[in-house]
């Protein structure tokens, strides 16, 4: 096969930023493939509610984004009943819980998610999405998502009706929990983590570029990931937690967490589900099971992926993309 006409791709998790990173970010949406994305709201200051969730929306079309934008609202402990249901007025389709400390801009995150179950409700009751980032601060950064499982058991239990994605799943154990949960749970996960393990991050080398929160976890994690993506099961998509920071926050003493891949998601997808054996599960992770889960229409634009090389280049404005210097088989025509 040399040729893949898809259904242009959905990322569910993509961080935008709101500075001179911004009109870099958005330039890269289309380039790497993608046609609609769920914004996070870990800008500085922070997208709170309803009115600052369509500002950062329009802020982003004047910016150059000629893709559609689905909005997120930061829940923190200022988080109101009222904050929800204005969201849910304002178009706004997941709420995002960072926690405390754990990862950029998530001082304002949380530490229990028991003092949250009045929001957790509302949000059930306004049939908005509960986007969770799973990782328990303070734990070893490597047990910190398994340490999480319990919270979100606890979640599901309480929030029968609540549809919760566990973002940027990274581990084999977590992979299990979502499967066991049912239809109102899914995970996301990214192009990094399907690829990268700890060895690729501080293994002989440290690799600023590969640093991101969940850190990449240990080769049987990355084999579950793939497997799950393998099996075709419904519940697991993409969303790429593509994190843009300038180099020079990544190649110093004290780097940032995230990795830049938007710019070539696709190409990339297209080289590593080819390798990996499941290029027949390309469309459904990229372009299906993501826009099902959300109860959006799916994508009819498409895109058209064609066998020619394409190599990563070192820099892609201020930032370093993921898979830089390499040659990926898949080029976007
Ligand atoms: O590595 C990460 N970078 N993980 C996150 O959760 C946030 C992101 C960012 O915003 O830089
Ligand atoms: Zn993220």
Not at 140 to 162: G, Q, Y
Not at 285 to 302: H, P, V
């Amino acid at each position: 096969m040399n040729e893949l006409r898809l259904p242009i791709a959905d990322d569910m998790h993509i961080h935008l930023r709101n500075d001179e990173r911004t009109e870099h970010a958005v330039r890269a949406v289309r380039a790497g493939g993608t046609g609609r994305v769920l914004a996070m709201p870990n800008t500085v200051p922070a997208v709170s509610n309803g009115a600052e969730a369509e500002n950062y929306r329009r802020r982003l079309q004047d910016q150059g984004a000629d893709f559609e934008i689905l909005t997120t609202i930061k829940l923190t402990g200022r988080t109101t009943v009222e904050d929800i249901s204005d969201a849910a007025a304002n178009g706004v389709v997941a709420v995002k819980q960072y926690p405390m400390g754990v990862t950029t801009n998530s001082d304002d995150g949380v530490t229990d998610v028991r003092p949250l179950f009045p929001i957790y409700e509302a949000i059930q009751d306004k049939d908005l999405i509960l986007s969770l980032h799973g990782e328990v601060p303070g734990v070893f950064v490597m047990d910190a998502e398994t340490a999480f499982l319990d919270s979100l058991h606890d979640i599901c239990r309480n929030f029968p009706k609540l549809r919760i994605i566990l973002e940027h799943t990274t581990t084999a154990a977590a992979v299990d929990l979502v499967k066991e949960l049912g239809d109102h749970v899914a995970a996301t996960i990214t192009d990094h983590h399907l690829a990268i393990t700890l060895d690729d991050v501080v293994g002989s080398k440290i690799q600023p570029h590969h640093f991101c929160m969940p850190v990449a976890k240990r080769p049987g994690d990355r084999d579950a990931l793939n497997a799950v993506v393998k099996s075709g099961h419904p519940r697991f998509f993409s969303g790429t937690d593509s994190a843009p920071h300038k180099v020079e926050d990544k190649e110093t003493a004290c780097g940032c967490a995230g990795i830049f891949n938007s710019p070539f998601h696709m190409q990339f997808l297209a080289h590593h589900f080819e390798e990996s054996g499941m290029l027949d599960r390309l469309e459904d992770f990229t372009s299906r099971f993501g826009a099902d889960f959300y109860r959006l229409r799916r994508n009819t634009e498409e895109i058209h992926l064609v066998r020619e090389p394409c190599t990563v280049p070192e820099r892609y404005g201020p930032m370093v993309p993921f898979r830089s210097g390499q040659t990926l088989n898949w080029s976007l025509r």
